[in-house]
């Protein structure tokens, strides 16, 4: 199964694949690739741009292998923003596509806190274009924090 889960930054969408994820399962977090692709104290949102293109290609190449190996593994994929065309890809793919979102107030609060001004722009693009979706789109899905 492929689990496609979107979101704004800093609302959990990490945290929600590490409740259900195994070990057995793949997971294709950005984040987590950009990290593993920089040297010891670079920030965990790099914005670096080469880091962010070496970052990008990795993805995308690890996505393509994923989806060959879906009636073997579930993949977890986070993608915050997805265009109409990933969208359409993964409505094909019968992806199941959760939006993890604890509340526009809650998450500008955690950006606030890590001082981002690039995730505050990224998050303020997520709910506009989160208001314009029809609900059935994206379901929500969050937890407590």
């Known amino acids: 199964m492929l689990y ?3 979101g704004p930054p800093a609302a959990g969408k990490s945290s929600w694949i590490q409740a259900r994820a195994t070990a ?3 997971v ?8 593993a692709l920089t040297g010891p104290g670079a920030p965990g949102w790099n ?8 970052a ?4 995308y190449a690890a996505i393509d292998e994923a989806l060959q190996h879906l009636d073997q593994v579930d993949v ?9 065309k990933w969208m359409a890809r993964y409505r094909r793919l019968e992806a199941q596509v959760v939006a993890v979102d604890p509340g526009e107030q809650i998450v500008m609060q955690r950006i606030d806190a890590m001082r981002s001004p690039e995730m505050k722009a990224v998050a303020t693009k997520w709910y506009r274009q989160r208001s ?11 937890r407590d924090w």
């Open 56 to 59: 990008q290609r990795a993805r």
């Open 76 to 84: 977890y994929l986070i993608h915050t923003l997805p265009s109409t």
């Open 28 to 35: 294709i977090d950005l984040d987590l690739i950009t990290r």
């Open 24 to 26: 057995r399962d793949i």
């Open 4 to 6: 496609v889960v979107t």
């Open 47 to 54: 914005h670096e741009r080469i880091a962010q293109r070496v």
């Open 132 to 142: 314009r979706l029809p609900r059935p789109a994206m379901p929500q899905t969050s």
